[in-house]
């Protein structure tokens, strides 16, 4: 600890630099690195349940900043501890960052008018998921990581470098086993393990507080792993499948057409084994509002930006600002677990997980103890259910499961077509408009280094395959020029054989010079052989030439070629969506037409070139500009020549009906 | 309440199947070609999503459409009866139609519209749904379909079907007041001779194709990002978006894991649909401060002229402008330093523009309240503190860029008697530069949690410049029209090269012969020749104080650093539509073609640098057992050298539980 003040450029015997820097952190950037050592700082304190020094309070409405002759968060804690050490570096570190933050925020939110629900103040949730003050870029204890074995296979680590945090957590009432998601082989850990096992050796926890993104060598240094930070894209691969998984490409579409946003409010429905939960959960996330202003230990102030206040000014008397989602299950021991898991990943106070049938028992959740401002009032919907039909009817601005102020969008995700159209059916019937069925057809490509001869660069010759079986040709040019040679040779052979039979025909009619004879067709024999040698000695030689010869240049042989993922998932499922606009009366109606009333309808103006009526969007006549041309004045005295005589004319036979007529021709 | 705002920009979907983008300016007309105009004071203040049908004759306004009467129109519950009673009419009818019109049109008006043999069907309808069982239905379903089987076997194929003359139907539209849509499509049903031999379902097609041309129907919905992706994709220049879709939209935010409070680094050659997209993501596009200002000075008003076709709003703006001219700008004594004034930069929820040209192209942000070249219309909108835009230039090379420069001072006496408008310009001078050190202060100091790139450019410079500063385990998520650009960066991370790359970087170290290509960690420091002379010394401090960044220097093995990013893997997503009406559920059957868009993610890791970097894992497998011996003696030979051998494959065969063997693998490729 001492070392890592140290490291940040003070020693702790200083307190007045201290000061100093951290004062000047309100200005410049000089010491804002010493600010985030001190939260790392902190947050492994916390979270090894070390005693922590009361903070000062954070709130908004504390008291402003201690004058620079007296900081008071110092003097208070140089009374309990004569040491100056490296927790009032942390508390007071948090402080001043607090205070910066406020500053910021408070330059930003502009002429901040202040929002319904003032009394409410955002924190920052203490996840790994999700940024914050706290979010240090090294894997803190009893957080989770992502370890990343290969592109396919991720698997997810509890750290727990201390047995004792072990026990503890597995000491837990609704302890679960340590999911392991490999994919392919199941290997349960028991929860108190402290150290990492996978196929790349063990791993110890306490070698795994490292910043996100580093390799780690195993324990026998042998093998190695990456450590990631978890995302709910890493979690979705990662996590222990209790029911079929929403994968990425389907989540991620489905939360951009909801328009899940910081500070939604999202039902979940059907939410299994907690994929679409964390993606939401990730995507709703404003901060933690806390109606209470009281000063919690680290709590600190966010950015302040404006998002979601919107919710707050609803009529409903909800001045929940807060990002949510309303996660529904019925499966009891799901619900169990998921709740378990959202509360290790630091999501509890954003996810709500209710174990209900929500065919049955509706939306509402009207309990007080909830804190969720009233009911759901959802903008979002998203049902995972075998029979959403049966689900939907519950869905009503009435009865508060859905926002009263905003239109709201609903998608069902149901792997039949029969269950989408029955869907569809019921929304059609419940009032939702702009129904829309689709499909999400995802691939994964792969890129690989193919070599002239068609065959993988990089990939070993497999056991026992023959190279016979393997030659390929590789152009036009090479197959003519092996074919000759081929044939060539066939040929001559057979030449030779005739040749030789042919003698040895003779030489039985002749019955003399026998052993001689055979020599030469031993030596010819030999010759043959020899030839066929030289020829794949050569085409070796030059298919190394080919290669380059040196391994430096192997990756840059061939030409990239790309191909999709060998198992491909066709279909996950058809996803339903719908929206729900706001109901309009004509009482709404009335109130709209005096706030903006609606004009008459004006007069047609019509464009004199094309006799169009421009009064209501169509072309406006080009208004003249500058000198006119030659022709143009020509045509306009034509014009006006044209309308006198008209005019003469009309006054003798007082025809007023051809005036029509000369309009038109001036506007020619 | 979510409701159309004054000012508010919105896209309007047209009967034509096409959309519309509209801004909502109170007592202006909106026109809408021939489809008619509507005041916009008819739209300020109601929901979306609603279907409005536009008045005409003396009628001004729009008047709301029900969504039970849309739903039977779509699904054609009516339309058999329709037929049906149609069918029927025009025999009594057929002689008095064509002079008066008047009195037949009543009549199969109201046939069509509340035939009381639909009525019935509605209700059997409804009947079927709360007690059938699915079975049951789909049973139902079939037997009404086939019961109603008609084939086109004697429809003739000739333009004398229709006797509704071109004539007739003008002088319905002339006549017809408010429900001439309406009547129009009752007379063409009426006089179409083979309307009782059609099929419902070639009926209900006739029909729907009858009311997209004669009733003006509209359905407002809020330009957010999705709808107006598929408006630019369907509307506009597609090509100008890089053909980017809702799905690679939705990927890319996923991937890049955005959420509020995080930083990050956007490279957009969209046009600033993708800066728009994570501005959504994180929160900076919602709330009143996004919303339009009220005021709109001048210049930007003239400047949206230009863009705007619109002969009779310009002209109504125009005059307003004038007015507005004359005002002057209200004076406020304690004017709160705000938006691009703040010098200070956000420590988080920043998106970070990097750009190739001068300014950047941010044009695609205007229908969300924001101009990015002309901030000072737009000072309280988010996006005027939370994004950040540098020039390549500023962010490689800062000390030789001119915008650093700061105005030359001016003593405080002098500038006191200076006029208020000089002095506000020497104060906004100093503040943009001051700013803009804090933006490259910020942005050199990395940590950024994703790189978000869509970008034409050559990708291998761009990663280079972007991955250092990502923190660890931060995503680099690329995207791109084409796959080609994507697959050439996944294979400058192959395997092979990378374990090649370690290869001559330890070799390089050990001997400590600087080989170019393997001393990638040259550190930049300013360049003396590069420094702008006319940055004062202390901005040039700061900028030397800058924490330098690990460069690599590129050649024609290594384009990029292979061993900084880990797993990069390319993601393609197609949606496709249905049709989805009862009995006649199909996919689309035309869509849009065009690229596919690829988007490719992978993500910043810190190699162990020192010593060996070896995987070891257990994999089972028969077949490449010889192999694997081989392996293990070269290895041995080679007392295990620091290069990883390669599998591709490995993950994938490694099920079979069988004769467990150790080999040397390098797992991450």
Known sequence: MERNGEAAGLSSSQPSNLYFAVVRSLTGWKYRKLLADSFSLLRLCRAQNSTFPKQPSLAKDSPPAPSPISPAPLSRRRQNSPRFDCWDICGYGLYILSRIEDSMAAAQSQPAPPPPGASSMVTVADSPFLPGPYSSHTILPNSRAIAHLTRDV???????????????????????????????????????????????????????????????????????????????????????????????????????????????????????????????????????????????????????????????????????????????????????????????????????????????????LTDPELDIGGN???????????????????????????????????????????????????????????????????????????????KEIGSKPRAGATTEDDVRIASVEESVARLKKQLWHRKEKQARQRARSAKKRKLEANGAEEEQQQQDDDSDAEMDIVDDYDDDVAAADSRKEDNGGSKLHLFHQGRVVVRTEPELKTHTSYLVF????????????????????????????????????????????????????????RKLRKAADKAARLAAAGDKSAAASDSGSVTQAQGD | MEVIQPHDEVLIQLPSETTKLVKVVPDQIIGLGKFGSFPANSLIGRPYYLTWAILDGDNFGLEPVSIAELNSEKLATHAPDAAAAAAKKPKTTSTSASDSPGIALEDTAVGIQVGEDGEDGEEDEDVALDAGTLEQELEREQRAWEKEMKTNKDIRDDQTAQSMTWQEIERLKKTGGTGSGKEIIARLLQSHAYIDKKTAFSLAKYTKRKSNKYLKRIRVIPADVPNLTNFFIAEKEPLKLLEMRDEAIGLLMSWADVRWGGRYLVIDDTGGLVVAAVAERIGLLAGDDARAPKRVSNARKRKRHDDDDDGADNEKEKEKEEIDEDEPWPATPTKRKSGYEQTEVPAANTITVLHAQDQPNLSLLRPFNFDATNLVNTTTHPLSTHLLSLSFLQLLSPESDTTLEKPAPIPDDTLRSLKSAKRSTYHRKCRRQERLLNMIAATRRGGFDAAIIATTMELSGVINAVVPLLRGSGQLVLYSPSVEPLAEVADWCSTLRRSEFLRLKQESTSSSSSMPSADPEKITSLDPDSINPDIDAETLAVLSALPKLPVHTADAHFPIDPTNLLAPTIHTSRVRRFQALPGRTHPLMTSRGGSEGFVLHATKVFPILEGKVEARGRFTSNRRKPAKQREREEQQKAEREASAVVTGVESTEATSAEAADEMAIDHVG
């Open chain 1, 376 to 454: 759901t009032y959802a903008t979002a919907v998203f049902l995972d259910l075998p029979a959403p039909w049966l689900a939907i009817p519950h869905l009503t601005r009435e009865k508060g499961s859905l926002s009263r102020t905003k239109p709201v969008r609903i998608c069902c995700f149901s792997p039949c077509l029969e269950q989408a159209l029955r869907t569809i059916a019921v929304l059609r019937e419940q009032g939702w408009v702009e129904e829309d069925l689709v499909e999400v057809a995802h691939k994964r490509l792969e890129v690989r280094r193919v070599g002239p001869d068609g």
């Open chain 1, 154 to 364: 991720l698997q997810s680590v509890l750290v727990q470098p201390s047995a004792a945090a072990a026990s503890v957590a597995a000491g837990s009432p609704s302890s679960t086993p340590e999911p392991v998601a490999n994919l392919k082989r199941k290997q349960p850990t028991p929860a108190n393990s402290t150290s990492l096992h996978t196929r790349f050796g063990s791993f110890p926890h306490s070698g795994l507080l490292v910043p996100a993104g580093s390799q780690v060598r195993s324990s026998s240094g042998s093998g190695f792993i990456h450590i990631l930070r978890p995302t709910p894209e890493l979690w979705t691969l990662s996590l222990p499948h209790r029911t079929q998984v929403v994968y990425t490409p389907d989540s991620s579409y489905i939360l951009h057409r909801l328009r899940v946003r910081p500070g939604s409010r999202v039902i979940e429905a059907g939410a299994g084994s907690g994929s679409f939960t964390h993606a939401a959960a990730r995507a709703v996330y404003n901060g933690v509002h806390k109606k209470t202003t009281g000063g919690q230990s680290g709590e600190v102030n966010g950015d302040g930006t404006a998002n979601g206040s919107n919710e707050g000014q609803s009529p409903d008397g909800h001045d929940d600002s807060q990002g949510r989602v309303l996660s529904f299950e019925f499966h009891a021991d799901r619900a169990a677990i998921l709740r378990h898991e959202l509360q290790q990943h630091g999501l509890h106070s954003i996810v709500t997980v209710t174990s209900r049938d929500v065919c049955a028992g509706g939306f509402a």
């Open chain 1, 578 to 633: 719908a929206v729900l606009p706001l109901p309009w009366t004509e009482q709404d109606e009335a109130d709209a037409q005096s706030k903006h009333p609606i004009p008459p309808r004006p007069a047609p103006q019509l464009n004199p070139k094309t006799g169009r009526d421009y009064s209501c969007g169509g072309f406006a006549p080009k208004p003249m500009t500058g000198k006119l041309s030659k022709s143009q004045e």
